[in-house]
């Protein structure tokens, strides 16, 4: 398997064997995971020996809204590099994509770029951060790998646990930084209460995901807002996952939630780097007074990207046939487990649908889940990220696959179907 092969050289000479944690063979299929594409198209993926998947598993981690080399998209990023990609001049679709970003979310009226998802995080916690003068973040969720972030490990060591990711160790980062980021739970009104006024003379901002993988409440939301007016401290709402599933723009557009910072990527470009901060201009300004900058953050592809992603958003609505297909993902698990017996419990906004296996050994039947629908012609796993490129034909074969898999794990225990090491859960080092 030329995957694995190159993988396994990949782990020589590149310190854990790829840039996003979320790749790792190890999370997926130890030793018998593809690993590596030659190419992709719709929700198509061919591996480097030919042989080609459906993908009812991340989905370019959650940036293939569309569908893999999506012709619009593509076009017209061939078309705008052509005529230069990065000059001594800027690029002019800054101001339009600016433009259009204002548009969709009337309350904010400035916009930085970036191009991925962590540093986007890590400005607007600058920004934050030198409006106030203040240092402490409140937060949940999950916020990339900087140092702001990861510094909320340095009191606990599993401060983080329960934000998406576990066992992300804070070392190499400056320990001065303990005490400058604290966690709190989605709904936990609480702890907020109780982190808020605590901390209350040094919060320089209160972080959260629009929406992971449970609904708001409403006493969350308000809370949220009272004790940011308390305070008068900017609210940064990440919609790096959630933004442009469940409508075209923020999340917090249908939650409920008033941002004075609101931060987009993986969507909103369609698998070409491109990240956005937006937000009122009392903060936003600030970013006047501090240095933000960096060279690449000026390139082309990833504005020409993002319009026409949007514009195809804005035609084609395609947050309503994301939730759609989540919603038949879904049911399909929902039945499919129903009818052999299986315990599984659902959750996640519909576009990003996952579900865990309620039985002796999780991530065993996991890792067996994975196997079987791997060898029928699918990457899959218990996490769905839906796309547009997710039509009738494809659906009927994932829900054929699942039902014959989980017939499968009904009859033999998955130790006995079991081809490999099972799965890892949390972040370790890759022997
Ligand atoms: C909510 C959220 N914030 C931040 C990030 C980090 O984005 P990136 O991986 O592009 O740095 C992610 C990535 O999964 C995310 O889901």
Same mark, same amino acid.
């Given at each position: 398997?030329?995957?694995?092969?190159?993988?396994?050289?990949?782990?020589?000479?590149?310190? =854990?064997?790829?840039?996003?944690?979320?790749?790792?063979?190890?999370? $997926?299929?130890?030793?018998?995971?593809?690993?590596?594409?030659?190419?992709? #198209?719709?929700?198509?993926?061919?591996?480097?020996?030919?042989?080609?998947?459906?993908?009812?598993?991340?989905?370019?981690?959650?940036?293939?809204?569309?569908?893999?080399?999506? #012709?619009?998209?593509?076009?017209?990023?061939?078309? !705008?590099?052509? /005529?230069?990609?990065?000059?001594?001049?800027?690029?002019?679709?800054?101001?339009?994509?600016?433009?259009?970003?204002?548009?969709?979310?009337p309350w904010a009226e400035m916009v930085r770029f970036a191009k991925t998802g962590g540093e986007a995080m890590a400005i607007a916690v600058r920004i934050a951060r030198a409006k106030t003068g203040k240092d402490i973040v409140l937060f949940c969720g999950y916020h990339g790998w900087h140092d702001?972030?990861?510094?909320?490990?340095?009191?606990? /060591?599993?401060?983080?646990?329960?934000?998406?990711?576990?066992?992300?160790?804070?070392? @190499?980062?400056?320990?001065?930084?303990?005490?400058?980021? $604290?966690?709190?739970?989605?709904?936990?009104?609480?702890?907020?209460?109780?982190?808020?006024?605590?901390?209350?003379?040094?919060?320089?901002?209160?972080?959260?995901?629009?929406?992971?993988?449970?609904?708001?409440?409403?006493?969350?939301?308000?809370?949220?807002?009272?004790?940011?007016?308390?305070?008068?401290?900017?609210?940064?709402?990440?919609?790096?996952? !959630? @933004?442009?599933?469940?409508?075209?723009? =923020?999340?917090? /557009?249908?939650? @409920?939630?008033?941002?004075?910072?609101?931060?987009?990527? #993986?969507?909103?470009?369609?698998?070409?780097?491109?990240?956005?901060?937006?937000?009122?201009?009392?903060?936003?300004?600030?970013?006047?007074?501090? $240095?933000?900058?960096?060279?690449?953050?000026?390139?082309?592809?990833?504005?020409? !990207?993002?319009?026409?992603?949007?514009?195809? $958003?804005?035609?084609?609505?395609?947050?309503?046939?994301?939730?759609?297909?989540?919603?038949?993902?879904k049911n399909i698990w929902k039945k499919s487990a129903e009818k052999y017996g299986i315990e599984i419990a659902i959750s996640g906004i519909d576009p990003i649908a996952n579900f865990i296996f309620n039985t002796d050994d999780p991530l065993l039947w996991k890792t067996v889940f994975t196997q079987?629908?791997?060898?029928?012609?699918?990457?899959?796993?218990?996490?769905?990220?839906?796309?547009?490129?997710?039509?009738?034909?494809?659906?009927?074969?994932?829900?054929? !696959?699942?039902?014959?898999?989980?017939?499968?794990?009904?009859?033999?225990?998955?130790?006995?179907?079991?081809?490999?090491?099972?799965?890892?859960?949390?972040?370790?080092?890759?022997?």
């Amino acid at each position: 398997m030329k995957g694995q092969k190159l993988y396994e050289e990949a782990k020589k000479i590149i310190p =854990g064997a790829v840039q996003l944690f979320s790749k790792r063979a190890e999370l $997926f299929l130890p030793r018998l995971w593809p690993s590596y594409y030659s190419r992709a #198209k719709g929700c198509r993926i061919w591996d480097l020996d030919g042989n080609s998947y459906l993908d009812f598993s991340l989905m370019g981690v959650g940036t293939a809204v569309l569908g893999y080399a999506r #012709k619009e998209v593509d076009e017209s990023v061939i078309k !705008a590099i052509r /005529k230069g990609n990065l000059t001594t001049l800027n690029a002019p679709e800054e101001v339009e994509l600016a433009k259009k970003l204002i548009e969709l979310h009337p309350w904010a009226e400035m916009v930085r770029f970036a191009k991925t998802g962590g540093e986007a995080m890590a400005i607007a916690v600058r920004i934050a951060r030198a409006k106030t003068g203040k240092d402490i973040v409140l937060f949940c969720g999950y916020h990339g790998w900087h140092d702001w972030y990861l510094s909320a490990n340095l009191l606990g /060591k599993d401060s983080l646990k329960e934000h998406l990711l576990e066992g992300l160790n804070p070392l @190499g980062v400056p320990k001065v930084l303990a005490g400058t980021a $604290f966690p709190f739970k989605y709904n936990d009104v609480e702890t907020l209460k109780t982190l808020a006024s605590k901390y209350k003379k040094d919060i320089a901002c209160i972080v959260m995901e629009s929406i992971r993988n449970v609904q708001p409440t409403k006493e969350f939301i308000d809370t949220v807002h009272e004790i940011r007016e308390t305070l008068r401290v900017p609210l940064v709402v990440d919609e790096i996952s !959630a @933004g442009f599933r469940l409508t075209v723009g =923020g999340a917090h /557009k249908v939650l @409920g939630i008033n941002p004075d910072i609101a931060v987009f990527g #993986k969507a909103m470009s369609n698998g070409y780097p491109m990240s956005a901060v937006i937000g009122k201009s009392w903060v936003m300004d600030a970013a006047q007074e501090t $240095f933000i900058s960096s060279t690449y953050w000026t390139e082309r592809s990833g504005l020409v !990207a993002s319009l026409e992603t949007i514009n195809l $958003f804005q035609k084609k609505e395609v947050h309503r046939h994301l939730i759609s297909v989540g919603r038949r993902i879904k049911n399909i698990w929902k039945k499919s487990a129903e009818k052999y017996g299986i315990e599984i419990a659902i959750s996640g906004i519909d576009p990003i649908a996952n579900f865990i296996f309620n039985t002796d050994d999780p991530l065993l039947w996991k890792t067996v889940f994975t196997q079987l629908m791997l060898e029928k012609g699918f990457l899959a796993s218990t996490l769905c990220f839906s796309s547009y490129a997710h039509r009738n034909r494809h659906i009927k074969l994932y829900k054929s !696959a699942v039902e014959e898999t989980f017939y499968e794990m009904s009859k033999k225990h998955p130790k006995e179907i079991l081809k490999t090491e099972v799965c890892h859960k949390t972040f370790q080092r890759l022997t």
